[in-house]
């Protein structure tokens, strides 16, 4: 008797969707770290991150780790994404057992917010203007993400999460005694050269309400140095 052919496993995104483009692309990724990490290091859960010492320890294997957390479940079929999911859910509750505490479900939320907002801008920062359409799109593909991590409360749509956004980042991001040793060990892990143009795309790309909370650099110099990587 010939063996039954196994039935092909759905992808958690569709090939040809926009997400697996954006998280395909090595220099997305590369902006989607910078941004991330200006935004963890403003953050009030960013002590979470301590606890564990990852965190100062190696600051850039810990961001890295998160954004390939987040590649693996965009390239992977519905089960391997729901199973690396439900692990990344599981070293939560691990964290919050050994410190007695919880993970607030807005630090949660402020996390897929930022993947969301950052995938966006580092498309349009290198390559042109998504559509509306495309936004939600991106949006969709994260809101199954946070469904499935049973975070609450997330906005129904694109145009909502825009605002909850703008409101969150306002409401919650401060600089803090985290903020300043944080990006002293990014100096220091990653050397002054990789330091500068991560200090640059960070300009670029982050959120207008996070650039307003550290020093800008001349406003030209992120401009040149994108119009340079375009044209070389």
Known sequence: MTPATPLPTKAFVAPGHIVRYIWSQPEHIFFLFAAS???FA????????YFTGKLPADPIGRMFSTLSYARGIVFANEEKAIQTILHIRQIHQNVETKRGDLIPDWAYR?????LIDYSIRSY???RH????LDKQEVYEVFFRI????????LPIDYTAFVNERASSLQNHLSPSAYTFDLFRQYRK??????????????????????RQKFKQGPILVPYL????YKFS
Do not use: T
């Open 37 to 39: 990490a200006a935004e």
């Open 42 to 49: 403003y953050h009030p859960s960013v002590d979470w991150l």
């Open 129 to 132: 203007p998504l559509s509306q």
């Open 124 to 126: 349009e920062s290198l």
């Open 110 to 114: 402020d996390v897929l917010f930022m």
């Open 225 to 228: 140095f994108l119009f340079i």
């Open 146 to 153: 946070g469904k499935s991590m049973q975070i609450s409360n």
């Open 189 to 210: 892990h990653l050397g002054w050269f990789r330091y500068f143009c991560m200090f640059i795309v960070q300009q670029l790309v982050c959120h207008p309400i996070l």
